[in-house]
C-alpha cells in the first residue's frame, strides 16, 4: 500500500487521531459521569431511556453532547467553506480540536456538562474533517463503520485471493485497534490525573497539526532521486 500523498490522509495522521478519539472516549466516560464523546449512539440511547423514566436532569447530561457533536460537524463544515489563506482547513479544524480540550482539562467536575460538550464538540470537528485514510472511507472517531468495512474487505479477500481486499481489511482493523489501544491510554491516564488526563489528547492533535505541515508528495520526489 503506497504512502497518502495528502497527509491528512495518511497512515500515520490516522494512528494518532484514532489514539485520541479512543482517549476522548475513555475520558468523558471514565472521567466524566459516563458521558460517551464520540459514540454518539450510545448517548442517544440513554437519552431516550432517561426521558422515558422522567428523569429529565439525565437525559440532558446525554442530549447536550448530542447537539455539541453536531454543532462540531457544522463548524468543521463552515471552516472547510470559509478557508483559509495560510493553513489547510482541516489544520484549522485540529487546532480548535486541540484548544477546545486544553479548555476542557481546566473545567471542574461539578461542571461535567460542560466539559462533555465542548468534548463532544471537538469530536464532531474531527469526524467531520478527517473521513479517509488512503482514499478509504474510515473514520478516528468511532468503530462500528470500520469494522463493517474490515469485516466486508476481509471476505473478499477470502473470496477473490486478491491481495488489497486484505491490505484494506487491515487498514480498518489497525485503525480500530489505535482506538482500543487510545481507550486503554485514556482510562489509565485519567487514574492518574483525573480531570487533567485530556490534556494527551491536546499533545496528540498538536503533533498532529504539525505533521500536516510535511508534504509528502515531495518527499517522494526527493526519495525517487
Known sequence: M????????SIELGILLALSGG???????????????NAQTGNMLLFGIYLSGGRWNMALHYFFPILAFT????????????????????????????VILLGVSFIPLSMNLLANSLTSLAC??????????HGKGIATTMCIGNLRSGTENLHHYFHTKERHFLDTSLLYYGIIACFIVGAVIGNAAVQLFRTKAILGCSFLLLISFFMMFIDWEKKEKELAL
Open 2 to 9: 503506497s504512502k497518502a500523498k495528502q497527509t491528512s490522509e
Open 23 to 37: 482517549i476522548m472516549d475513555a475520558y468523558s466516560y471514565m472521567a466524566r459521569g459516563k458521558v460517551f464523546a
Open 71 to 98: 454543532a462540531g460537524i457544522m463548524l468543521a463544515d463552515i471552516v472547510r467553506t470559509k478557508g483559509s489563506t495560510k493553513l489547510h482547513w482541516r489544520q484549522l479544524s485540529v487546532l480548535f480540536e486541540a
Open 124 to 133: 464532531g470537528i474531527q469526524v467531520e474533517s478527517f473521513r479517509k485514510i
